[in-house]
């Protein structure tokens, strides 16, 4: 896959038209629609692939963020990653370093470069179409900084809802050139995942289970190895669940809370 060949696809208003007019017309309206559950403003036809990106964005933004600040205690703006955008752009608040053993401080720099990776792609494909970030509470839970084990029950959650939603949305993706990159970006979260969820398993932390659909790692409650159900399959959430999980609010309709105090930027974003 050529980045140009990306760009030019998000970029271009009558390819992104031409998303829509195809799910339409190859009869994905229905599944469109439970991408978007709980919205009644978002039509299922005006959903694109930009759209889509934007909301990955969104997440990579907050995961980005997170690492970042844990590692350095700063900004991702602060390191020259461009944060403007579509939307109204806010600031990071909360969090700083976090006293990590060897081990786990090598596992959160690479994370911390990757995601900072992600946002810096999914920036450039989407060119003057890319969200701006918005306003991110890092302590929404008031968790995640104080201990090693703090980091690692916050990280084990970002990573498998991260996987959870590129898996929920691969399907809904009409340009291979874009799945192509959704999917590299899923994979390697996939990989942070594992990951932390040893670490988690092997110093014998308990975290809890966010939703129905989320597999803790083994020695929490429901807790298995890998983060697959009965049948071998990684979950696979819709947007409307992962809003819920990161606005701390699974009430329909909720636009904001949690890590997200005045909500995402871009079309998909409301329970």
Known sequence: MKREVLNDLVDNSVSRRKFAKAALSAGFAVGTASFITGSVEVQAQSITDADILNFALNLEYLEAEFYTVVTTGRRIADIGIEVNGVGTQGATTGGGTVALDARAAQVALNLANEEQMHVRFLRSALGSAA????????????IGFRSVTEFLTLARAFEDVGVTAYNGAAPLIR?????????????????????????VYDRNIRVPQLDTADVPPLGSPNGRVFNVFADGLTPARTPSQVLAIVFANATPGARSGGFFPNGFNGTIATV
């Open 175 to 199: 340009s291979s050139s874009i799945l192509a990159a959704a999917a590299g970006i899923g994979l390697t979260e996939a990989q942070h995942a594992g990951v932390l969820r040893y670490l």
């Open 131 to 142: 969200v701006a970030k918005p306003a991110i509470n890092l302590e929404a839970l008031g």
